[in-house]
């Protein structure tokens, strides 16, 4: 179990950390870029350390994931400090429909009857996100915020399928060499912005990210551990859950970010199709 708690505990700090930058008016691609090089110096470490195939397949699969992974971050990091920490993190938890979605459409798989109630209930989640942002300043500029959570969901969610395409065609040697590849260019990709745009480089910003690509990393060495001890049926709605109450439990706590009535309702009902979507998959 600790494993689990350990995982839940990393990834909930890569939220608070952004809501913390936030806080802070730090600039979230710099933040990104010192998270980024501390993560592909880890990745880097475990992979010289560990059995290791390498292709040019690999290496493509993995620089065209970086930027996706640079777009997702990013994405997340604005929607914390535009929609709040609990609503952000609902939303990056129920990408996993994307994969379901797409694995439906292109491997042909067969969506049960709980899958089609988890779709459902997405889909009145994101009506409440819609209703509680709204309500929030009651101004139609609050839509911007509820497309910026969709886009979240979309982008995390292609993420986490293509690395289910990357784990069905490629061997498993090859998988800390991607990890590497990913990181390395999603640096380079953040980094490279930052000079094109002539973003000042805050020092305080920068070692901030640096310090969140620790949870980052070893949220999926946790995660993977927390797999070889419990069953994934377990192990995936547990974390999803653990992640959304412990970030609005942390939110709250620090910064008294509160939810409105809808935005709780959001909560339960993404909470319910986190559920329905997470038990059988894997």
């Not at 994931?65 to 994405?75: D, E, N, T, Y």
């Not at 260019?185 to 000079?195: Q, R, T």
């Not at 709250?252 to 709780?264: C, D, F, P, S, V």
Request: with cysteine; charged share 10%; proline share 2%.
């Amino acid at each position: 179990m600790l494993p689990l708690l350990l995982t839940i505990l990393c990834s909930t700090s890569i939220a608070l950390i952004l809501k913390h930058s936030d806080t802070k008016q730090g600039e979230p691609i710099v933040l990104l870029a010192g998270n980024y090089l501390t993560a592909s110096v880890i990745a880097l470490l475990l992979m010289l350390f560990t059995d290791t195939s390498y292709s040019i397949e690999t290496f493509i699969f993995g620089a065209l994931l970086g930027f996706l992974f640079v777009a997702s971050f990013f994405a997340f990091a604005k929607a914390v400090a535009a929609a709040g920490t609990a609503l952000a993190t609902i939303s990056s938890r129920l990408s996993v429909i994307i994969p379901i979605v797409f694995s439906i459409i292109f491997f042909d798989e067969q969506p049960s009857t709980l899958k089609l109630f988890g779709f459902l209930f997405t889909g009145i989640t994101f009506v409440f996100f819609y209703f509680s942002l709204l309500k929030q300043n009651n101004s139609s500029t609050e839509k911007g915020k509820y497309y910026l959570l969709l886009f979240v969901l979309i982008a995390i969610g292609v993420n986490d399928f293509s690395m289910k395409v990357f784990k069905d065609t490629r061997t498993e040697t090859d998988e800390p060499f991607i990890v590497f590849i990913i990181f390395l260019f999603a640096f380079i990709y953040s980094s490279l912005f930052i000079l094109l745009k002539k973003i000042k480089i805050n020092k305080t910003t920068f070692f901030t990210g640096v310090g969140l690509g620790v949870p980052n990393v070893f949220s999926t060495i946790f995660l993977l551990a927390a797999l070889s001890q419990l069953t994934a049926i377990f192990v995936y709605p547990s974390i999803n859950i653990g992640i959304i109450l412990f970030t609005a439990i942390g939110a709250y706590a620090i910064w008294r970010e509160e939810m409105n009535k809808l935005g709780i309702a959001a909560l339960i009902s993404g909470v319910i199709a986190i559920l329905l979507l997470s038990i059988n998959s894997a």
